[in-house]
């Protein structure tokens, strides 16, 4: 049975990661040996892995999705770091509220929280 499911971004600067998902999306560093660094919380999460040929509305499909619990401030947060936002703030039909934004390596990220 699988138990979870990690994803790996390749960069040769592993310090960018530290403000998108440490000081803005709140994640803890949990791993460093200097060639990987990993980060996470400590929260209990289903195991997913999604597989799709559209991100929903035709929007390109991202790399990762994270669920925040508030995307508005996420979103104001990203914006005035100035990281580029792909996809607007926008209510989904399927309950959700999201937006697109490249992380420090050209990822895009589906930042969403549920409706």
Known sequence: MVKRIVANIKTDDLS????????ILGLEILMDHGWIKTFGNQED?????SFAN?????????HL???VD????????????GFEI??????????VRRFFV???FG????ILSHQ
């Open 45 to 49: 999460a289903k195991v997913q892995v």
């Open 16 to 23: 960018k990661a530290d403000h998108f998902y440490r000081d």
């Open 107 to 110: 990822q895009l990220i589906n």
């Open 102 to 104: 490249k992380d420090p």
């Open 86 to 95: 792909i996809y607007a703030m926008t209510n989904e039909d399927w309950g």
């Open 54 to 62: 559209q991100g929903g509305n035709d929007t390109e499909v991202p």
């Open 70 to 81: 508030n995307a508005d401030e996420v979103y104001e947060k990203m914006q005035e770091a």
């Open 65 to 67: 999705s994270i669920e």
